[in-house]
């Protein structure tokens, strides 16, 4: 049974790093692409970006300047950094486990979310 | 980015009705349409890809059809487990996006 766990601080100051760890319980964990979805409080799902095996990342060009995704294979595990949190940043991240079927992009698996306040 | 837009944004109904949602496009994106089923406290659940494929697992009751920009989920026979929010989200381009979600709550 696949498993994705959030783990991280709930709260971040403003102006600091928000940073997140999920812990994936998979078969085949390098074969997907390993992704980051956020929403904000009363607003739609923001797909942040995702890695693969080789450390290669896709960022969502509205955050680009401030994400890093990392991957450590040998813990089937994967991370995000956002530098430089603001208010705007509140919200519920999850991560999610990505493929293709016949061309289309799913996610079929999700951690259930890990709410991160920014704030003072 | 494609703009994602959902009607209703919630809708109230009885277990038996029958309940559509509409997904539009803000341009087309062929059937590259998922759709997805989110309780709360939990992370969404797939049930349907490529606009009309239902996921495996996912009962039969829920169906997808559409192409281009006008897409509708629909449940057959509304049950107690399905009062939640229905997310739609497209992978034609980069970046992914979702609509504002559908939220099925109970009459």
């Known amino acids: 049974q696949v498993q994705l766990q959030e783990s991280g601080p709930g709260l971040v100051k403003p102006s600091e790093t928000l940073s997140l760890t999920c812990a994936a319980s998979t078969d085949s964990f390098n074969t997907y692409y390993w992704t980051w979805i956020r929403q904000p409080p009363g607003k739609a799902l923001e797909w942040i970006g995702f890695v693969y095996k080789t450390g290669n990342a896709n960022y969502n060009p509205s955050l680009q300047s401030r994400v890093a995704m990392s991957i450590d294979t040998s813990k089937n595990q994967f991370s995000l950094n956002l530098s430089s949190a603001t208010s705007a940043d509140t919200a519920v991240y999850y991560c999610?486990?990505?493929?293709?079927?016949?061309?289309?992009?799913?996610?079929?698996?999700w951690g259930q979310g890990a709410l991160v306040t920014v704030s003072s | 980015d494609i703009q994602m837009t959902q009607s209703p944004s919630s809708l109230s109904a009885s277990v038996g009705d029958i309940v559509t949602i509409t997904c539009r496009a803000s341009q087309s994106i062929a059937t590259y349409l998922n759709w997805y089923q989110h309780r709360p406290g939990k992370g969404p659940n797939l049930l349907i890809y490529g606009a009309s494929t239902l996921h495996r697992g996912v009962p039969s009751r829920f169906s997808g059809s559409g192409s281009g920009t006008e897409f509708t989920l629909t449940i057959s026979s509304l049950q107690p487990e399905d009062f939640a929010t229905y997310y739609c989200?497209?992978?034609?381009?980069?970046?992914?996006?979702f609509g504002l979600g559908t939220k099925v709550e109970i009459k």
């Open positions: 999610a486990r990505a493929h293709t079927i016949f061309g289309v992009v799913i996610y079929d698996h």
């Open positions: 989200q497209q992978s034609y381009s980069t970046p992914v996006t």
